[in-house]
């Protein structure tokens, strides 16, 4: 397991490429979101390893009328994760503008559901071609993303698994999971297969680990005990703005007892 942290949330006072050296000479992998606009050069020369950026600029995966735009879009920031040696490409089910629907659906149909499991099938096949995993990223809809149909990560597991392409994972939040969902352990020992990720924030707030209800050592456990071997990443506000504070609680809450530990340099 290694442990990363999103750059877009921490050291938010400092230009992103020292956040993101902040973040590396920490011990930590990286993740970001929008690549656009960001000096690819200064990022790859900070050496640190980039575990995932967003992958489509527009479109919904589910809409037939702008599936395409999400598959264009997608293959025109492949270039940028091959360039930072990204390996994970974060999708939605549906178009974000400012994290809010970009048209808000409120009932999900068949047609969405056939629609989306096709076109993760196509980014799949565009993943394979160059090296690359689409993940999509469950979120929860009665608090940050109302409007987004086929979010919860029951939904999103679903369509992982019927696009059914080695190059399609699900990026699992479980910060957005305890709000829609509950039941954390178990969910991730059922999704374990199809998890490309693990993304952690704590409820309520979304700061890091151990200020809110969510036990994330146990969870931590519960992930170790099931043999996950891939990338935890806090996608988290630091509490009272103390961002050196939130990443040692992360460290803490993700430094599983007796046998396994995870090292400083962020690998169990």
Known sequence: ?????????????????????????????VEMWDSRGKDLAALKATGAVFSSMTGYTSGSLVDPGTADDVVRTA???????????????????????????????YRSTGRMWSTGARTLERLGNLGAKYGVTFCLENLNTILDHPGIP???????????????????????????????????????????????????????????????????????KALADAGYE??????AWASGGDDEAALAAFRTAFTVPATTTFSTEGTL
């Open 150 to 220: 086929l979010a919860r990560a029951k939904d999103t597991l679903a369509l992982v698994e019927a696009a059914g392409h080695p190059n399609v994972k699900l990026m699992l939040d479980l910060y957005h999971a305890q709000l829609g969902e509950g039941n954390l352990i178990e969910l991730v020992r059922t999704a374990l297969p199809h998890i490309g990720e693990v993304q952690v924030a704590d409820v309520p707030g979304r700061c890091e680990p151990g200020t809110g209800e969510i036990n994330y050592p146990a969870v931590a």
């Open 75 to 105: 293959e025109s920031l492949i270039p940028t994760a091959l360039e930072l040696g990204v390996s994970r490409m974060v999708v939605h089910a549906a178009e974000l503008i400012n994290g809010q629907a970009a048209r808000p659906r």
């Open 1 to 29: 397991m290694r442990l990363a942290v999103c750059a877009e949330m921490v050291f938010t006072d400092l230009p992103f490429v020292e956040r993101v050296q902040r973040l590396h000479d920490a011990g930590f992998d």
């Open 230 to 235: 891939g990338t935890v990443g806090m996608e």
